[in-house]
């Protein structure tokens, strides 16, 4: 099995449209959450939403691109042009795109309906179809870079990141391919969108505060996480840069329940990661958890943690960085992955802000408020979606 490297780096974010200001934001606990601008705000319990500001897709796409990309599909080609930056190279028989989304072209879907039914309008736009499509990002910058490899979207909700990237590492280690564009992208704070959230009981009034007692609830977010992975001799060879080796990954599911998460699905799924990876509990340091706030997940997933990594559970650092960025949905897996990469690169754990309040439920060290400095050395990144799909990325230094 060949080993993984990650060279490039491409984000769009509550925090910033590129990988530096998210990852200052998530060091410095900085807060994307405010009211969405949605024009029917007052209509919503819960107005509060991590939405991608100031966003002008004309600086990152050519007109002729952006007349068949809904939101999303923007979000996930400005990244991947800033990861293919970063990396300086990519070729492209043996190049993979792979893509994950949770929701796909919800502003397209939003924005049909409002012709048709508010508007009057006889007809809707004419690309409609292919901006709505899940496999929109994967397409375009498969069209843009002249990649001619392997290119796909995957969708499993929350997970969809994790497992569009672990699907990447699977073919890179076996040989399938030398590189891979793999990540995930969602702009799904519709109007819609957000009452059916708010119909699920599941959104914070307020903010979103992982793993504290008086937690109400996630914060829907947007945005794009992408990354260059690549074989790791190729990556030495050409001299790059590398972050990271991403060194396993793990995937499983609870057969249980469509929206109650499991304790052993969750830990199954950390335990296969690391296995991959070749590492003990004891050699992970930093936990970036899937903490997404909810009274559900977070006990869920502390004891899961604990299941899985036994008496090491007391000593590794856990954070939820979706406090910060908002719960993007297909697209989290991925900016909670370029969070980890930036704990391991900078040596400080991103705190979880909000928090108030322990909670006897969740025992473990969840940085609280303010980063932490310490040396990463391994680290893994959690992902648990509904449908009980649990993704797991392990990554180690360099």
Not at 6 to 12: A, S
Not at 86 to 94: C, F, K, T
Not at 327 to 347: K, P, Q, R, V, Y
Not at 368 to 391: D, K, Q, T, V, Y
Request: contains cysteine; charged residues 20%.
């Amino acid at each position: 099995m060949r080993r993984v490297a990650i060279t490039g780096l491409g984000c769009v974010s509550s925090l910033g449209h590129d990988v530096e200001k998210f990852l200052s934001g998530t060091r410095e606990g900085l807060s994307g959450v405010a009211k969405t601008t949605l024009p029917d705000r007052d209509l919503l319990t819960a107005q509060n939403v991590a939405e991608v500001k100031d966003w002008d897709p004309a600086e990152y796409i050519d007109k002729k691109t952006l007349n068949i990309s809904d939101r999303f599909s923007q979000f996930a080609l400005a990244a991947a042009g800033q990861a293919l930056v970063d990396a300086g190279d990519v070729s492209g028989e043996r190049t993979a795109v792979i893509v994950g989304t949770g929701v796909g072209g919800a502003f397209t879907i939003e924005e049909g309906y409002d012709r048709v039914w508010r508007k009057g309008q006889a007809k809707v736009n004419p690309f409609s179809i292919p901006k709505l499509m899940s496999n929109g990002p994967p397409s375009l910058i498969g069209l843009k870079y002249g990649i001619t490899g392997p290119a796909f979207a995957v969708s499993s909700a929350c997970s969809s990141s994790n497992h569009s990237i672990g699907t990447a590492f699977g073919m890179i280690r076996r040989g399938e391919i030398d590189v891979a564009i793999a990540g995930g992208a969602e702009a799904s704070i519709s109007f819609m969108g957000l009452k059916g959230w708010e119909a699920l009981r599941v959104i914070s009034p307020d903010v979103c505060r992982p793993f504290s007692k008086d937690r109400r609830g996630m914060i829907l977010g947007e945005g794009a996480g992408i990354l260059l992975l690549e074989d790791m001799d190729r990556a030495k060879a050409r001299g790059a840069k590398i972050y990271a080796e991403l060194a396993g990954f793990g995937m499983t599911s609870d057969a249980l329940d469509m929206v109650q998460p499991s304790i052993d699905g969750a830990a199954r799924a950390i335990r296969q990661a690391l296995n991959v990876a070749g590492l003990a509990p004891s050699d992970i340091d930093y936990v970036n958890a899937h903490g997404t706030g909810t009274p559900a997940n977070d006990p869920t997933e502390s004891k899961a943690i604990r299941a899985a990594f036994g008496p090491a559970a007391d000593s590794v650092l856990v954070s939820s960085t979706k406090a910060m960025h908002g719960h993007g949905l297909g697209a989290a897996g991925s900016l909670e992955l370029i969070a980890t990469i930036g704990a391991i690169c900078s040596g400080i754990v991103p705190p979880t802000i909000n928090f108030t309040e322990a909670d006897p439920e969740c025992d473990l060290d969840y940085v609280p408020n303010i980063a932490r400095e310490r040396p990463i050395s391994a680290a893994i990144s959690n992902s648990f979606a509904f449908g009980g799909l649990n993704a797991v990325l392990a990554v180690k230094a360099i």
